[in-house]
C-alpha cells in the first residue's frame, strides 16, 4: 500500500501536479534567472535569498534577505497579505490568478516565472523564532492608514 502511494506522488510530481495545500509553509528561493541574464544561485554564494511563507488559512508573507559585507543580515519585507492556489491557479495579494505561476517539480521544489525572471523554489524548515521574525517584519510592511496620513502630512509635504 506504501509503495503504490510513494509511486502515485513520483508521478503527480512528475508531471508538475501536487495537492494544493503542499504550499503550506516556508520557502526560499534557490535560483533566479532573468531571461537573456546567467543564472544566479541564492544563498552563501551571492550573499542573497528570498522568503515566502504560506499559511493554511491564505496568510502570505514575502521578504528579500541579504549579508552585508560585514556579515549581517538584512531582511527587506516585500509584501504581507493572502494567497490562493487552486488547481493551478495561483495568486499573492489579491493579483489576478496566473494559471501555472507555481509548477511543482518535486513535494519541495517549485519553479515558476514573474516578469520574465525565472525561479526555483525549496521547501524548508525553519526555526520558529527566524519564521516569526521575518513575518513580523513582513508585516510591518502594511503601515496603518492613520500613520500614512501623519507620514504625508509631515515628511512629504
Known sequence: M????????????????????EIIGTWIMESMQWEGEKKTMCGKE????????????????????ALTKEGKVVVMPHEYGTYSLKDGWYSEMGREPI??????????????????????????TLPDKVVKYIMDCCKTKNTPADVQLLIKQNLFK
Open 99 to 124: 494559471k501555472d505561476a507555481i509548477v511543482w517539480v518535486d513535494k519541495t521544489t517549485t519553479k515558476g516565472t514573474w516578469m520574465k525572471r525565472h525561479d526555483i523554489w525549496k521547501k524548508v
Open 46 to 65: 551571492s550573499g542573497y535569498s528570498q522568503f515566502k511563507y504560506y499559511g493554511a488559512d491564505g496568510e502570505y508573507a514575502c521578504a528579500e534577505l
Open 2 to 21: 506504501a509503495l503504490a502511494l510513494i509511486g502515485a506522488l513520483q508521478v503527480n510530481a512528475q508531471t508538475g501536479k501536487m495537492d494544493d495545500k
